[in-house]
Structure formats: structure tokens, C-alpha cells
Nanobody
């Protein structure tokens, strides 16, 4: 099993930027996907972005396209979420999650975007965007 630890959350004004980190320990491999999810108070957890460990494929929720960028540093075993042009509605607890792609039945190049598809979860890091 892979352990995931998020960091980088904080308080920022609308229009500002933050970079979240997800450090992975344990056995990762090229067919392992890491996703970012967020959960605002009183709402369900929702997909934000995902990347396959070899970095070839990425996927974004429509609400963050053009503003957020997911990337990874294999040498550091870390996945990043660069968040620019933040809005108050981006305020949430952000989680990173991971899963081995084999067995999910996805097409080549597709990445999971549902909570139930992911196995490994971090504890979350809070992002608050003030207006």
C-alpha cells in the first residue's frame, strides 16, 4: 500500500496562488495514478485533477481547467497541484489519492475521477480563499 501525505494548504486572497504537494511512500509504479479531490463544508468530495505516475496523462475537472496544473517529480516521489487564479469557491479540504490502474477497466489514457475508484488516501490539507 502507498502512503500519501499532503501539504501546502493555507489562506490566500482571491486571485492568488498556492501549490499543494502530495508525497508518496511505498510502492509506486508507472501504472499508478494520483488524483486530487476536494471537499467543501457540507458538500460531497469532488474530483479536481489526476496524473499517471509516468506523467504521460493528466485529467482535470472543468471547474479548474486553465487555472490548476497537476505535475509530478519522480525523484521526490511527489505530485503537485499548482493552483492559480484562486476563487472563494475553491475553498475546501484537498485530498490526494492513489490507485493502481490495472483492474479499473479504463481505456488507455483515461484516468479515474470517482472517489470510489481510489484506494489510497491522504489526510487532507485545507485551502481557504478569501474574497
Amino acid at each position: 500500500q502507498v502512503q500519501l501525505v499532503e501539504s501546502g494548504g493555507g489562506l490566500v486572497q482571491a486571485g492568488g496562488s498556492l501549490r499543494l504537494s502530495c508525497a508518496a511512500s511505498g510502492h509506486t509504479f508507472n501504472a499508478y495514478a494520483v488524483g486530487w479531490f476536494r471537499q467543501a463544508q457540507g458538500k460531497e468530495r469532488e474530483f479536481v485533477a489526476a496524473i499517471i505516475w509516468n506523467g504521460i496523462y493528466t485529467k482535470y475537472a472543468d471547474s479548474v481547467k486553465g487555472r490548476f496544473t497537476i505535475s509530478k517529480d519522480a525523484a521526490k516521489n511527489t505530485v503537485y497541484l499548482q493552483m492559480n487564479f484562486l476563487k472563494p469557491e475553491d475553498t475546501a479540504l484537498y485530498y490526494c489519492a492513489g490507485v493502481a490502474l490495472g483492474g479499473l477497466g479504463l481505456r488507455v489514457g483515461d484516468l479515474p475521477d470517482q472517489v470510489h475508484q481510489y484506494r489510497d488516501w491522504g489526510q487532507g490539507t485545507q485551502v481557504t480563499v478569501s474574497s
